[in-house]
């Protein structure tokens, strides 16, 4: 059986391991186990480093849930456990632009104004497309989704913010 059969098989069991290195490393990429799994399953063995005494460990990078490009390190132990030693995200290879501007779109957790039927909501953590140059962003399906679904329950939201509201014609003069 080829090694990425071997992989993605302990993964459909669930017999792999996350070491504490990887945690921190997923962590500040935005990676979670599924997004581990997301990668293997769809993923392809991209690099062997074959010169390690304890054994090979492989590079598969694949898409994670929310479609980025991610990598996973991993070793397969005698024992048959999978360890992931680390994960990272990987940039897009086809570079997205921004449709407004040409700028450069990153990946980063936004607070996110939301519109939905006519009311608008805060919503703080989101993952999202952000143009660097105009600040534009672009909502993976699934999580505009969850947007949606978090806009029909608004009435449980607990938390407000509050904006300055000022008057054009006043806010030069002093009392807005
Ligand atoms: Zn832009």
């Given at each position: 059986m080829d090694i990425l059969r071997r992989i993605r098989r302990t993964v459909?069991?669930?017999?792999?391991?996350?070491?504490?290195?990887?945690?921190?490393?997923?962590s500040d990429d935005e990676i979670e186990a599924r997004d581990i799994e997301s990668i293997i399953f769809t993923g392809k063995v991209a690099r062997r480093f074959t010169r390690d005494p304890r054994g090979t460990r492989y590079e598969v990078i694949g898409d994670t849930t929310d479609g980025r490009r991610g990598g996973v390190v991993c070793r397969l132990r005698p024992s048959g456990v999978l360890l992931i030693i680390t994960a990272m995200q990987k940039k897009n290879k086809k570079g997205d632009r921004c449709e407004f501007c040409d700028g450069n779109v990153e990946h980063r957790l936004v607070r996110a104004r939301f519109h939905f039927k006519g009311q608008t909501?805060?919503?703080?953590?989101?993952?999202?497309?952000?143009?660097?140059?105009?600040?534009?962003?672009?909502?993976d399906a699934a999580v505009y989704k969850r947007l949606e679904a978090i806009a029909l329950r608004r009435g449980h939201i607990r938390k407000t913010v509050r904006f300055p509201l000022a008057d054009y014609g006043k806010?030069?003069?002093?009392?807005?």
């Amino acid at each position: 059986m080829d090694i990425l059969r071997r992989i993605r098989r302990t993964v459909r069991v669930q017999k792999y391991r996350i070491s504490s290195h990887a945690n921190e490393e997923m962590s500040d990429d935005e990676i979670e186990a599924r997004d581990i799994e997301s990668i293997i399953f769809t993923g392809k063995v991209a690099r062997r480093f074959t010169r390690d005494p304890r054994g090979t460990r492989y590079e598969v990078i694949g898409d994670t849930t929310d479609g980025r490009r991610g990598g996973v390190v991993c070793r397969l132990r005698p024992s048959g456990v999978l360890l992931i030693i680390t994960a990272m995200q990987k940039k897009n290879k086809k570079g997205d632009r921004c449709e407004f501007c040409d700028g450069n779109v990153e990946h980063r957790l936004v607070r996110a104004r939301f519109h939905f039927k006519g009311q608008t909501i805060y919503v703080d953590n989101v993952p999202a497309w952000v143009c660097a140059r105009c600040q534009e962003r672009y909502f993976d399906a699934a999580v505009y989704k969850r947007l949606e679904a978090i806009a029909l329950r608004r009435g449980h939201i607990r938390k407000t913010v509050r904006f300055p509201l000022a008057d054009y014609g006043k806010v030069l003069t002093g009392n807005v």
